[in-house]
């Protein structure tokens, strides 16, 4: 018996150092793309509002579209916290591509865990290859934060759905080849009436205006979409009234994104911080040799380690398949809020020159500044959880 489970150990053992091995070779190979060919336009796109189309090519060549799919649709089958890492690093260099990429992440998740393997098959494994990008069509002008608002129909016609209503900022809406869309298929039934559907792009009655002029991530293009169409009943995902609860399993996925595209732009604006302190001389000495610098980088550093920690364990908890709502909203909520004051104090230690469009620091901080609000505004993520701990007495 001790020889089996010896030898079970050592299987185990192995296959662990395998998967480490992946996870550190898929990272690596996404850090050197995105120091080669994502890095340098990170200025040009968002100078000139201009989407990332090149960059998300470069990134589909290397399999990172589909990385947050299992290997059966297409994945590169590494861990969830390997995931999290990669939209770190593409954060740290474009906020703007990591927003459009995540945003073609929200659509995934949406058919893997909302639809049949005949939607699976015809969407994921093109999408893990960059032939086709995604959308997520959720919020409306009258239903953010509280999505069961909603006023998008749909309603039964013969062996489909003519769907009808207005969805706002949506990421990718106008560019994306399908959109996932949550819209109410019976009116008296609350959350439980919601339906998801996906929708291709050129369907009769879609119509998109034009991107929406933003104060950051500004290559991340948001759309207000106008639905007007008929859909057949096999693009919806899973049985009607099922719509609600996927947005809300695709959004626990996403919080720990955004959570991770902080991660990265903080990180960026804390090395810059400790760069410039120690290079930029003031009273005949480096910034970083008078105390109240010091202190202001100790605690950027801090919040940043104290929201990593946050993340990775909330990307675990993805991994291991369990559930994470809580750990996901403390990770979007202490990330997004930190990031930004870390990002405000790098900006603040670069003086005059942290204001200019010369370096990124401005960037960070206009970039940073909406990841407060979306996939659940900080807000919404205490009261998620605050509900989580009182639920539990």
């Not at 550190?24 to 050197?32: C, H, I, S």
């Not at 929708?199 to 879609?206: H, M």
């Not at 293009?221 to 008929?230: A, G, I, K, R, Y």
């Not at 202190?295 to 908890?317: G, H, N, S």
Request: hydrophobic fraction near 45%; charge should be negative.
């Amino acid at each position: 018996m001790s020889d089996f489970s010896d030898t079970e150990a050592a299987a185990a053992d192995a296959a662990a150092a395998d998967a480490a091995a992946a996870d550190a070779a898929a990272l690596e190979a996404v850090r050197r793309l995105v120091r080669e060919r994502i890095e340098p336009l990170a200025k040009e796109t968002d100078a000139r509002a201009e989407f990332p189309r090149r960059q998300l090519e470069a990134l589909a060549e290397l399999g990172v579209l589909g990385m947050n799919l299992p290997v059966q649709w297409g994945g590169p089958g590494i861990s969830a916290p390997a995931f999290a890492a990669c939209v770190e690093a593409i954060a740290a260099a474009c906020g703007s591509t990591a927003s459009a990429l995540t945003a073609h992440f929200l659509a995934t998740d949406a058919v893997l865990l909302g639809g049949d393997d005949a939607l699976r098959g015809r969407y994921l494994p093109a999408a893990a290859e960059g032939r086709q990008l995604g959308a997520f069509a959720l919020t409306e002008p009258r239903a953010g934060s509280n999505p069961a608002d909603m006023r998008c129909r749909a309603v039964r016609d013969g062996d489909g759905y003519r769907l009808s209503g207005v969805k706002h900022f949506i990421s990718n809406g106008g560019i994306a080849d399908f959109i996932v869309v949550f819209a109410v298929t019976d009116p008296d039934a609350g959350q439980r009436g919601i339906s998801a559907f996906v929708v291709d792009r050129g369907t009769p009655g879609l119509t998109a205006g034009s991107p929406e002029r933003t104060m950051g991530l500004r290559g991340g293009h948001v759309f207000e979409l106008s639905f007007e169409c008929c859909i057949p009943a096999t693009q919806r995902l899973g049985p009607e009234g099922t719509g609600f609860r996927t947005a809300m399993r695709v959004l626990d996925n996403g919080r720990i994104e955004v959570a991770a595209m902080c991660l990265g732009i903080a990180q960026a604006a804390l090395d810059a911080g400790v760069r410039w302190a120690a290079e930029r001389q003031v009273g005949g000495q480096p910034l970083a040799e008078y105390q109240g610098i010091q202190w202001m980088i100790a605690d950027m550093a801090t919040e940043l380690q104290a929201a990593r920690l946050l993340t990775e364990d909330a990307a675990r908890k993805r991994g291991a398949h369990g559930r994470y709502s809580l750990e996901a909203s403390m990770a979007k909520l202490f990330a997004s809020e930190a990031a930004g004051r870390i990002a405000d104090r790098a900006l603040q230690i670069h003086g005059g020159y942290g204001y200019t469009g010369d370096l990124p620091l401005e960037r960070y901080v206009r970039d940073l500044r909406i990841m407060r609000i979306y996939e659940g505004s900080s807000e919404i993520q205490r009261t998620i959880i605050a509900r989580a701990l009182t639920a539990k007495r």
